[in-house]
């Protein structure tokens, strides 16, 4: 930007021009952006061992029965008592202390040999593919990426195999889970470009066969053609939550995908993540799959809506927040309406049948939330969302605050490290959400078990 010419006459009042500073040009930002990057790894690091590397905690035999496995502690100890080939935990103290494989472990014996009235191990219809959801509202700071988090650490400590795909080129989710990502072809980009250079090659055959000239396929698509998915799918600290990671250069797909949708027009490119999912055998890898989406509604995010089973909406209870999520609501009517209106105008002229997006459960909920403050206002967003909203609402508490700091989870926060009602009530909000979302989960599923067997 040009700057404009200097004023003349007296400096004004408290101060002379010096506070401002020098102009700022665009080599500032690149410095700027460089300390930022060099903090951002510091305080990461808050989280990591000695060395470099981020680790689960061990849970206390306290914990793993209160939360994780429904037995009595005396119970536990005879059973390991009585089979010594059983993870034996490590005793420190007096206290014993698990890992969570062996937490899983023991899970998996306790399934095999313990009462039948008790659910050891979460339930999931034999056979069944894994269930998406996408955390998704184009408001900034609603909780999505915590609460996204948050339950897929749950749906761990539940036993559930997950996948965590981060879409936010900010990669704050990649972060909690202390992915390392180099480039753009450590994230879903080379994913979604390899959907399009599929489609972009069943249309260069019929081309070919009607002598027409075929689409271009540069560099990128061509190694994007053969890309092997289980190259951006990282193992992370935690034994049954993999991640497909994100970093700034994901941005550049907001860009990249309405080019191809240009060259290509018959492209549907808000199949490319639900394609990759199902044909690269990841829902039969997985239990559930998590989508942390960017805060606002462009391609990726888009793709992540029409990938999704279940679509959860995290906002505040204010009304700054409540009016964005309802013009959310409003544009995600309109995007899928038009798509759904413009595909199928093209299917009928074709003979073929209509498209329809349908989504097995949408849920608002509301995140940092102050009983104190926001009741009222809380009760008017539960009065007009109705069905839509969740019943219980996500207190900020001191933990959620503490565990960030360490760019860790709730879960993953040594309970010894704080106040133990602290600890409690912290945790308790979280299992509550998760309780809640296990309940639509379980529903979705019994669902489609039921349509099968009436099929």
């Known amino acids: 930007m040009v700057s404009g010419r200097p004023r003349r006459g007296r400096a004004p009042v408290g101060g002379d021009g010096r506070e401002a500073g020098p102009p700022v040009d665009t080599a500032r930002f690149a410095r700027a952006a460089a300390l930022g990057a060099r903090g951002r790894a510091d305080l990461a690091r808050r989280g990591y061992a000695p060395d470099g590397r981020k680790r689960l905690r061990r849970f206390s035999l306290w914990e793993v029965t209160r939360y994780l496995i429904p037995v009595a502690p005396a119970h536990l100890r005879r059973v390991l008592n009585a089979n010594p080939d059983l993870p034996q935990g490590q005793a420190s103290g007096g206290n014993r202390s698990f890992t969570l494989e062996e937490v899983l472990s023991l899970r998996k014996h306790l399934a095999a040999e313990g009462s039948a009235a008790k659910e050891y191990r979460p339930w999931k219809?034999?056979?069944?593919?894994?269930?998406?959801?996408?955390?998704?509202?184009?408001?900034?700071?609603?909780?999505?990426?915590?609460?996204c988090a948050h339950l897929a650490m749950s749906a761990a400590l539940d036993g559930y195999r997950v996948l965590v795909i981060d879409l936010d080129s900010q990669a704050s989710m990649t972060s909690i889970l202390g992915g390392t990502v180099e480039d753009e072809w450590g994230t879903v980009f080379p994913l979604i470009a390899k959907d399009y250079a599929r489609t972009a090659e069943a249309e260069n055959a019929l081309r070919h066969a009607r002598g027409a000239s075929p689409l271009p396929l540069d560099?990128?698509?061509?190694?994007?053609?053969?890309?092997?998915?289980?190259?951006?799918?990282?193992?992370t600290h935690w034994p049954n939550i993999d991640l497909i990671?994100?970093?700034?250069?994901?941005?550049?797909?907001?860009?990249?995908?309405?080019?191809w949708r240009m060259q290509l027009p018959g492209w549907p490119l808000w199949e490319a993540v639900g394609n990759f999912l199902s044909d690269e055998g990841l829902l039969a890898d997985y239990d559930i799959v998590f989508l942390d989406t960017p805060p606002a509604l462009g391609y990726l995010t888009i793709n992540s809506l029409a990938a999704a089973d279940i679509l959860l909406v995290p906002l505040g209870a204010s009304f700054l927040e409540f009016d964005s999520t309802g013009r959310f609501f409003d544009m995600l009517y309109a995007?899928?309406?038009?798509?759904?209106?413009?595909?199928n105008?093209?299917?009928?002229?074709?003979?073929?049948p209509p498209i329809k997006f349908e989504w097995d459960a949408v849920r608002a909920l509301v995140t940092r939330f102050d009983a104190a403050q926001q009741t009222d206002l809380a009760n008017v967003?539960?009065?007009?969302?109705?069905?839509?909203?969740?019943?219980?609402?996500?207190?900020?508490?001191?933990?959620?605050?503490?565990?960030?700091?360490?760019?860790?989870?709730?879960?993953?926060?040594?309970?010894r490290d704080f106040n133990r009602d602290t600890y409690l009530r912290g945790r308790e909000i979280f299992d509550r959400t998760y309780a809640e979302f296990k309940e639509i989960l379980l529903g979705t599923w019994w669902r489609d078990a039921q349509m099968e067997g009436g099929a």
Do not use: C, H
């Open 219 to 235: 560099e990128t698509l061509q190694e994007a053609a053969g890309f092997d998915p289980k190259r951006v799918v990282q193992r």
């Open 245 to 259: 990671g994100a970093q700034l250069n994901l941005y550049w797909a907001e860009f990249q995908i309405p080019v």
């Open 381 to 415: 967003i539960q009065a007009y969302f109705g069905d839509f909203m969740n019943a219980f609402r996500q207190e900020q508490t001191a933990l959620v605050g503490q565990a960030g700091e360490q760019v860790s989870g709730i879960y993953e926060a040594d309970p």
């Open 335 to 343: 995007t899928f309406a038009s798509i759904e209106e413009g595909e």
């Open 345 to 352: 105008a093209r299917l009928r002229a074709a003979g073929l």
């Open 125 to 147: 219809p034999e056979g069944a593919e894994a269930k998406v959801v996408a955390v998704a509202n184009f408001k900034g700071g609603s909780g999505k990426t915590t609460t």
